[in-house]
């Protein structure tokens, strides 16, 4: 998958609020969304193969280790059973022949960039891969997913776990400007979008405004 062959779409929402709060708001949303939006991205894999390593995916296996370390961190997923408060789940699953993005899924994991090639087995045997996946916000480096695994108790001297740096922008272009309706409103335009092209500006808001709700009541109890 070549990142840089996709047209982002940007989408719009437009809301109408009293005047003078255009700007407030279209600041505040934008901060929410672009900074305490998680989303789910893989950190961490494993693939069982005789003599694989951290740039070699070993003699049965087509594509470099780096190749599918980069292609896997360019996918986007959804976790759809974890609690609000888990932020790591895994899989693991077996193939034979040529490995899809699309079968990336299980335990309520479920790969939504289709079509993709990962890895290609020249044997007949079936290969396990087990991914670990986190929510997060904003970017990690391998070295924090590293530790994120280990202070869960998942990592300890297990060399054959590959770690990788993780991109959690589930919205990642944010736009407003503010335009006069009436006398005493104005409409906010907002534009978002994602490299996977899969923003829904509707759930986005509001999800952004539950967010900003929960805040406000943990403040308005401490006055």
């Not at 079509?115 to 079936?126: A, H, I, K, M, N």
């Not at 400007?177 to 409103?185: A, I, L, P």
Request: net charge negative; charged share 25%; with cysteine.
């Amino acid at each position: 998958m070549n990142s840089m062959n996709k047209v982002v779409e940007s989408k719009v929402i437009t809301l109408e609020c009293n005047k003078g709060e255009g700007e407030i708001l279209g600041n505040l949303l934008r901060k929410f969304a672009l900074c305490r939006f998680p989303s789910w991205a893989p950190i961490a894999f494993k693939l069982e193969t005789d003599d694989s390593n951290i740039l070699s995916a070993g003699e049965e296996i087509v594509e470099s280790m780096v190749e599918f370390r980069q292609n896997i961190s360019e996918l986007e997923f959804a976790v759809s059973n974890a609690d609000e408060n888990c932020e790591l789940v895994s899989i693991e699953i077996s193939f034979k022949g040529r490995l899809m993005s699309d079968d990336l899924k299980g335990d309520g994991v479920t790969c939504k960039t289709l079509g993709v090639p990962l890895l290609t087995s020249l044997t007949g045997r079936e290969i396990s891969l087990v991914v670990y996946f986190r929510k997060e916000t904003g970017t990690s480096s391998s070295t924090d997913n590293l530790t994120f695994l280990q202070e869960r108790g998942v990592f300890h001297d297990d060399s054959s776990i590959i770690f990788i740096s993780s991109s959690h922008c589930l919205v990642s272009q944010f736009g407003y400007r503010v335009e006069q309706s009436t006398f005493d409103k104005e409409k906010l335009v907002l534009t978002m979008g994602n490299d996977f092209n899969s923003i829904n500006p509707s759930e986005i808001v509001q999800e952004v405004v539950s967010r900003l709700e929960k805040s406000i009541a943990e403040i308005k109890a401490q006055v």
